[in-house]
Nanobody, 123 residues
Framework: QVQLVESGGGLVQAGGSLRLSCAAS????????IGWFRRAPGKEREFLGY????????YYADSVKGRFTTSTDNAKNMVYLQMNSLKPEDTAVYYC????????????????WGQGTQVTVSS
């Protein structure tokens, strides 16, 4: 069983940056990678990016490519999402999720989820 806890959300002005953290504990050797998702009010949960815990390879949604970067510190069981050039439409609850089967863009492929952290971007 993998437990995930996100942190680092908050209120930021448009054009600003935030770094989200995802702390993993429990069966950390059982997951292969971490995906990042967000859910804006009234919208479905959206895939943002993924990082392999073993290879460090990354994948991003077109909507955030070039602005968001995910990285990992395996020694600390931490995964980060650096978000730059934030826009009001980036306002959402952000989630990290652990995959045991590799890279996926669909939320149903992730069995473990954090509680989410709110990011609000003001114009």
């Amino acid at each position: 069983q993998v437990q995930l806890v996100e942190s680092g959300g908050g209120l930021v002005q448009a054009g600003g940056s935030l770094r989200l953290s995802c702390a993993a504990s429990g069966g950390t050797f059982s997951y292969i990678g971490i995906g990042w998702f967000r859910r804006a009010p009234g919208k479905e949960r959206e895939f943002l990016g993924y990082i392999s815990a073993t290879r460090g390879s990354t994948y991003y949604a077109d909507s955030v490519k070039g602005r968001f970067t995910t990285s990992t510190d395996n020694a600390k069981n931490m995964v980060y999402l650096q978000m730059n050039s934030l826009k009001p439409e980036d306002t959402a609850v952000y989630y990290c999720a652990a995959s045991v089967t590799g890279y996926h863009r669909t939320e149903g492929a992730y069995p473990y989820w954090g509680q989410g952290t709110q990011v609000t971007v003001s114009s």
